[in-house]
Each structure stands twice: as structure tokens, then as C-alpha cells.
């Protein structure tokens, strides 16, 4: 059985049921665990997560990514997005709206140096 | 009979129990039990529990309700102890830990985010930015599409511009998002996404969050899909105790 491959949209009509198939693997992966406890055992089920570095980086992909890349239809001076310079002023926006009171200065000081902790190579801590 | 644990909250949490059922087939009726300041809401474990869909339902469920009436720790699916006496001792022996993360937590919900590229849009903006991949995508096209060794170089080099712009980008959306949060982790890798993070932020912030969230959007359509979770129980931020210290 695999949990990933079920539709979100079939079970319940809740929240949560709707919006399983993109939170399954903090479900599964992250909340507290304690030692002296027993945690139910996740064999046989499809693994959940993957090496999103992996997965590019293989001959198959390549092929693909060259082949899709012949596909393209790149005629008429396609610009390239310009995300740098729009994503900045969405940057500031959200800055601006924690300066109007959001947050206070001691909790962002506290975030802050857990940022500093907490390794951010796209894996987090466990 | 072994209990099936759910999260930990304090005693003055209101506990909205009545209407929750918990995991298993039988729906069993959900209940806490307490030590001193803090609670522990618990249902009997069902025989042969498994990670169904119904019950990572059930599970979700019982803590998206509880986090909205007061602060939780969530615990992972599936944990179980023995007995009420071990669940008892457990908010015994860690009830300094669990109140400082209760006292942490209050007030916060964890919001996820996830990205994914059109992968199509993705490579026609590596190329429209990049001369020479241009020149070479030309060059194979020329070629009928070339050898195969010059499309899985070709391709090599394409993937690599994939990575380092999924990089840039997860980068580029947690920046614009970290304003609002006390807190963010990335959240374990999930297939075809550039991002999977988590951001603690203020209860009240969710409306600046879920702009921010829209104007990112505006900003990447077409070439990218932002899916947001939340309000969740603070999965992602259970250890926030251990980490100021």
C-alpha cells in the first residue's frame, strides 16, 4: 500500500483529510518521540521522503531533461523570469508587516540564535 | 491495555474531546489523564496498528482540533505506551521539559509550505537565462537531438542548473517567509518539491502569512506551485526547548 498514491480528495471532507497527502510526512516523521514508548512500525510502507538530490542526479533524468529541453518552444525572446528582484519586494512586504507589531523583538532574538543551531541544509535536525 | 498518545497540552487547555474519536477501526472515545500542570490525552491503542489513511486522518484530526482550543505537543503517529501509569510517568519525569515547550508553543501554529516547479517552465528559464546551455540546446536540436552521450552531458549540465535554482529558490521563498516566523525547519525532502518547510509563526500572523504566501504566488505563476498546510499542531517544532539552550 502506498499512502502517497491515494487522492487527498476522497476521505472525509475535513481539513485534515483534504490536506493529508501534503503533511503525511510530518505525520510520520516529525512530533515528539519518547524512548520508553512503543512506535509503530513503518515496514512495508512506500518510503515516504525522499533525496530530491538523487533523484536528479541520475542518467535517467539527464535524457529526460535533454529531451524536454529539445521540446521547448524558445522562440520569441523569452525573458527569464526575474524572480530576484520580485521576490526582494515580497521580502520587504513581509518584513514590513512583522515590523507592525507581529512579532516582538525578544522572540525574533530567541529565533534568531535557534537559526543559528538548526543546520538549514535542507534536511533540518530530527 | 496499551494506550495510544496522542499529543500533551497543560491543565488549563479546555480539552474539546466529547466529538473526537480516536485511531483504529473502533473509533475508540478519546480522554486525558493528568500530573500536576499538564495532560495527556490518550484512547486505548487498537490491536495491530498500521499507518492507514484512516487513522493518520483520525490522528491529524484529534490534534488540528486541539491545537485550535490551546498550545500541544504533538506526538509522532503511532506511539503507544503500555499503560495510564507509564503516560502518568512520562509527565512526571519530563514535566519541566513539557511545560517550558507548552509555555514556548502557546499561541503558535506550525504552517507548511511546499514547492514545486513546473518542470517545463523551469528548463525554458535555464535556457532563456543562459547562453551557452542556449547554444547547445540548439546545437543537439541541429543534430536531430544528438549522440547519447552528448544528451546525457548536455543534460548533466542541465541538471545541475536545476539543482542550483531549486536551491536558489528555496532559498528565496524561506527569506520571504522567515519575517513573519519564530521559527522555520526544513522538513524532510518530498518528491518534485524545490522546498518543504515549516514556519512556527503567531496564531495572529496567519493572515500576513497567508499574503505573503499570495503575492510568492503571483510572483511564481507558471513556473512554480506553492501548497501551504496549517493550522497544524507544531510537529515540526517539538524540540524548540533543546535548541535556545
Keep these: ?126 | 491495555m496499551a494506550r495510544y498518545v496522542y499529543c500533551f497540552t497543560d491543565a488549563g487547555h479546555s480539552l474539546p474531546l466529547a466529538d473526537l474519536r480516536g485511531v483504529g477501526a473502533e473509533g475508540p472515545a478519546l480522554r486525558a489523564v493528568h500530573h500536576e500542570g499538564l495532560a495527556a490525552v490518550i484512547s486505548d491503542a487498537p490491536e495491530g496498528l498500521r499507518p492507514k489513511r484512516r487513522d493518520l486522518v483520525a490522528h491529524e484530526t484529534v490534534l488540528e482540533t486541539l491545537i485550535a482550543a490551546g498550545p500541544v505537543v504533538p506526538m509522532r503517529f503511532g506511539t503507544v505506551a503500555p499503560d495510564d501509569d507509564a503516560v502518568v510517568a512520562e509527565l512526571t519525569r519530563g514535566a519541566g521539559r513539557y511545560t517550558e515547550l507548552l509555555t514556548r508553543l502557546a499561541g503558535h501554529v506550525e504552517r507548511n509550505v511546499k514547492g514545486a516547479h513546473d518542470e517545463d517552465a523551469l528548463l525554458a528559464d535555464l535556457l532563456a537565462g543562459n547562453q551557452e546551455l542556449r547554444a547547445r540546446n540548439e546545437a543537439l536540436r541541429a543534430a536531430g537531438g544528438g549522440s547519447q552521450s552528448d544528451q546525457v552531458a548536455f543534460g548533466e549540465r542541465m541538471a545541475l542548473a536545476v539543482e542550483q535554482r531549486r536551491t536558489r529558490d528555496a532559498a528565496y521563498l524561506v527569506a520571504a517567509l522567515r519575517p513573519l516566523a519564530m521559527l522555520d525547519r526544513h522538513a524532510p525532502s518530498v518528491k518534485d518539491c524545490f522546498v518543504n518547510v515549516s514556519f512556527l509563526i503567531p496564531s495572529g500572523a496567519q493572515d500576513d502569512f497567508d499574503a505573503v504566501v499570495a503575492q510568492l504566488r503571483t510572483a511564481m505563476q507558471g513556473y512554480a506551485e506553492l501548497r501551504v498546510s496549517g493550522a497544524l499542531p507544531p510537529y515540526s517544532f517539538v524540540d524548540a526547548v533543546e535548541a535556545t539552550v
Design chain 1, 1 to 126: 500500500m502506498t499512502i502517497m498514491a491515494q487522492p487527498s480528495s476522497s476521505g472525509g471532507g475535513g481539513s485534515a483529510a483534504g490536506a493529508l497527502y501534503d503533511i503525511i510526512e510530518l505525520i510520520l516523521d516529525r512530533g515528539l518521540v519518547i524512548d520508553v514508548f512503543v512506535r509503530v512500525s513503518l515496514v512495508g510502507i512506500e518510503v515516504l521522503t525522499i533525496d530530491a538530490r538523487v533523484v536528479v542526479a541520475s542518467i535517467d533524468t539527464y535524457l529526460r531533461f535533454a529531451e524536454r529541453c529539445g521540446r521547448l518552444d524558445l522562440t520569441g525572446g523569452r525573458q527569464p523570469v526575474g524572480l530576484p528582484a520580485i521576490v526582494g519586494q515580497i521580502t520587504e512586504d513581509s518584513a514590513e508587516r512583522k515590523a507592525r507589531g507581529v512579532l516582538t523583538g525578544a522572540g525574533r532574538a530567541i529565533a534568531d540564535t535557534i537559526h543559528d543551531i538548526v543546520t538549514t541544509d535542507g534536511h533540518g535536525s530530527n
